[in-house]
């Protein structure tokens, strides 16, 4: 079976880094390119880490690109050093950081040339704000047609928000808090997206049982995995005190078997505005997409193990 091509665009946190090693993992995706936001990450720790986890995998023709849109909400200072705890790790150190794979264009114009030159249509997975994805489509809509499927870890659909800001009534989640108007576009290009928003992640925390599990797997790539996610169990208690595997679950909906999730249809809008900047709900004068809205952790655990 030929391989499937992905484009991969994250914000450099620590679960978006163990999504890249998981995408890694997976015998049918063929990585294209790898997009950085500077959104819920310091962008140079992104860049280090992304290059250095490609050569951990010799995965040496990936492109790597970083963004430069950035949101109007910032994520908490905390937050975005808090996966620069990576770099430090002995696995990191050892690895080589290869700049000749990372491209001087901004990451909306390599995610533009890598969709238009593949020969297949192609996955993007998003695991921070859709900002570079809606400005590439925005600028060349004929995008959409060699677009096979777009994965997004966004939103909070019937499920309280993770925003906890002064302006904000509480009802959004941050990936697309961080620009409002990108994820407003982003539906707004029916393309064939499915959300993976916090009504699925809610399912999986980082818990003591799924840490003492991992730590039983004994392999380098688990223990290294153990390593990144005992950086997360004190997580910054700015505004809650649990990490999720938000980003990790969205990589696996690209190989989980099918009965691990359940998917619902509808229409759903998106706010741009305070109070609610960010909130996508359901409307029927919305824009058409699916979404999570529900997992089986027990399954999704085990594909991750298994990996
Ligand atoms: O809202 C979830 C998104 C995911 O893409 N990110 C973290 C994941 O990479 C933002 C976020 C919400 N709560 C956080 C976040 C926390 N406590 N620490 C760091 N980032
Ligand atoms: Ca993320």
Redesign the pocket.
């Known amino acids: 079976m030929p391989k499937q091509p992905v484009i991969f665009d994250?914000?450099g946190?620590?679960?978006?880094l163990l999504s890249l090693i998981l995408l890694l993992c997976m015998p049918h995706i063929e990585l294209k390119a790898v997009c950085i936001t500077p959104a819920?990450c310091y962008p140079d720790d992104a860049l280090e880490s992304t290059l250095k986890i490609l050569h951990m995998f010799n995965a040496t023709d990936v492109k790597v690109a970083v963004g430069d849109i950035i949101g109007p909400n910032p994520?908490?200072a905390d937050?975005r050093a808090?996966p620069r705890f990576c770099r430090a790790l002995p696995a990191f150190l050892r690895s080589k950081a290869d700049q000749s794979q990372c491209v001087s264009e901004p990451a909306h114009a390599l995610m533009k040339q890598v969709i238009e030159s593949s020969s297949e249509p192609a996955t993007v997975l998003m695991?921070?704000p859709a900002s570079n994805l809606a400005a590439a489509v925005q600028q060349t809509p004929a995008l959409k047609q060699n677009i096979a499927r777009v994965v997004w870890?966004?939103g909070a659909i019937d499920v309280r928000g993770?925003v906890a800001m002064h302006d904000h009534n509480g009802t959004a989640?941050?990936?697309a808090y961080w620009h409002p108007q990108a994820t407003y576009d982003l539906l707004a290009a029916e393309l064939p997206l499915l959300l993976v928003p916090?009504d699925a992640?809610n399912r999986l925390p980082v818990s003591w049982d799924f840490l003492q599990a991992l730590s039983e797997i004994g392999t380098p790539l688990s223990e290294l995995a153990g390593q990144c996610w005992a950086a997360?169990v004190t997580?910054?208690p700015?505004?809650?005190f649990?990490?999720?595997m938000?980003?990790v679950l969205?990589t696996c909906v690209l190989g989980v078997a099918p009965d691990a999730l359940t998917v619902s249809k509808g229409k759903c809008l998106a706010s741009v505005r305070t109070p609610n900047a960010g909130q996508i709900w359901q409307e029927s004068t919305g824009f058409e997409c699916e979404w999570l809205c529900d997992a089986d952790a027990p399954k999704v655990i085990d594909y991750i193990f298994q990996l």
Do not use: R, S, V
């Open positions: 994250h914000d946190g620590i679960d978006d819920d994520f908490p937050w808090q695991t921070g870890m966004g993770n989640e941050w990936n916090l992640t997360t997580a910054i700015a505004y809650e649990t990490y999720f938000w980003d969205a």
